[in-house]
């Protein structure tokens, strides 16, 4: 089966994420959650907010490439410093890959953004991340705020959410 990825797919999955609440929508390639190769398509509206998290079991690894509009990609330390900050956009960096147990986050900086993501099956949902215990989770009274900081954060600065008695 063909899996054409073309600008009218990634149109109409963007339509979708402006009307979703949580401001994104996705579209797997593969065919199972089985699929030993997890492939989706992200489309990100500014204002979405994706909780700090990580993939800590060995080879799992995530690969996000960049194929409309522009992102950050956020990089943490174990105490929810920025490590790492990196633009996605049509002018520099086009990807990223995450080894296993990177604390990890995306910001949305352009309407209708898009990632290719590619990761290693089988999906199980109670295995698929772990999220920070030092970032609000997605839903919750202090994510908006989060997702503000997430914004303009620069690298060594820490969550403000993050337990100060962890900070070294």
Known sequence: MLNAIDP??????????????????????????????????IALQPGTYVA????????RWE????????????VFDDVGRVLQRLRLDADGCVGMEFAPGTWHSLVCLAEDSVILEVKPGPYVPAHAAEFAPWCPREGTEQAPACADWMLTARVGEICPFAPISDHP
Not at 63 to 74: K, N, P, Q
């Open 63 to 74: 690969l996000l490439a960049r194929l409309r509009g522009a992102l950050d990609c956020l």
């Open 52 to 59: 700090a998290h990580c993939h800590p079991q060995a080879g």
């Open 8 to 41: 009218d797919l990634l149109t109409d999955l963007c339509v979708e994420a402006r009307g979703s609440e949580r401001r994104r929508a996705h579209r797997n390639l593969h065919s199972s959650p089985d699929d030993p190769t997890q492939r989706l398509l």
